[in-house]
């Protein structure tokens, strides 16, 4: 199974600033063939269900604010979330689909300061 | 714009079976793939199984004996079958449906259905 790892496990971020959530996995989630990475990210707040914002490591889900961008190839991956807004305060998940089983990481709860 | 509903009993008894449905709306279960994942409380998310637009399944290795994943349809719907229940089954169980093809990330997620586990 890969096992996805996310850092750090929480993060206190002031308005305005930059938010950097990093997500490794124990083996390549990018498929040679298509050079494409199959990683995505999500976004859950309190009480809702998790919120796709990235796939393909860095492609935006349609609707989702430009402030949020994904970076990263191979193992390690990165979400990065500028000029933070309040309404972004949530617990942000990782996950590869490169292989079943599919997995998530543990999550990054995402606070602000 | 796809929609799915969970429903199911909220509370299970010990080596008892839950049964879920999802109902989904605007799109026909043949057209996709779609997905069940579980969170425990005040935890992270547990991918569950899989199922694909011809029935075909794949499941977490470690619930593969007591899961069953299937679709109906008649009713447009797609279910979850646990057997042997315990309370570490105790979870939010959400389904989900896969964006792209046999690509399994989720675009559309219900709102999950909570499930408690006790005598």
């Known amino acids: 199974d890969i096992v996805m790892t996310q850092s750090p496990d929480s993060l206190t971020v002031s308005l305005g600033e930059r938010a950097t959530i990093n997500c490794k996995s124990s083996e390549t989630v990018l498929y040679s063939s298509n050079n494409k990475n199959y990683l995505a990210w999500y976004q859950q707040k309190p009480g809702q269900p998790p919120k796709l914002l990235i796939y393909w490591a860095s492609t935006r889900e349609s609707g989702v604010p430009d402030r949020f961008s994904g970076s990263g190839s191979g193992t390690d991956f990165t979400l990065t979330i500028r000029s933070l807004q309040a309404e972004d305060v949530a617990v942000y998940y990782c996950?590869?689909?490169?292989?079943?089983?599919?997995?998530f990481g543990q999550g990054t709860r995402l606070e602000i300061k | 714009q796809v929609q799915l509903q969970e429903s199911g009993p909220g509370l299970v008894k010990p080596s008892e079976t839950l049964s879920l449905t999802c109902t989904v709306s605007g799109g026909s279960i043949t057209n996709y793939y779609w997905g069940w994942i579980r969170q425990p409380p005040g935890k992270g998310l547990e991918w569950i199984g899989t199922?694909?637009?011809?029935?075909?399944?794949n499941y977490i290795s470690s619930l593969t004996s007591r899961v069953t994943i299937s679709g109906d349809t008649s009713k447009n719907q797609v279910s979850l079958q646990l057997t042997s229940v315990t309370a570490a089954d105790s979870a939010m169980y959400y389904c989900?449906?896969?964006?792209?093809?046999?690509?399994?990330?989720?675009?559309?997620w219900g709102q999950g259905t909570l499930v408690t586990v006790s005598s």
């Open positions: 996950q590869q689909y490169f292989s079943y089983p599919i997995t």
């Open positions: 199922l694909s637009p011809t029935g075909s399944t």
């Open positions: 989900a449906k896969v964006a792209v093809a046999a690509n399994i990330f989720f675009d559309f």
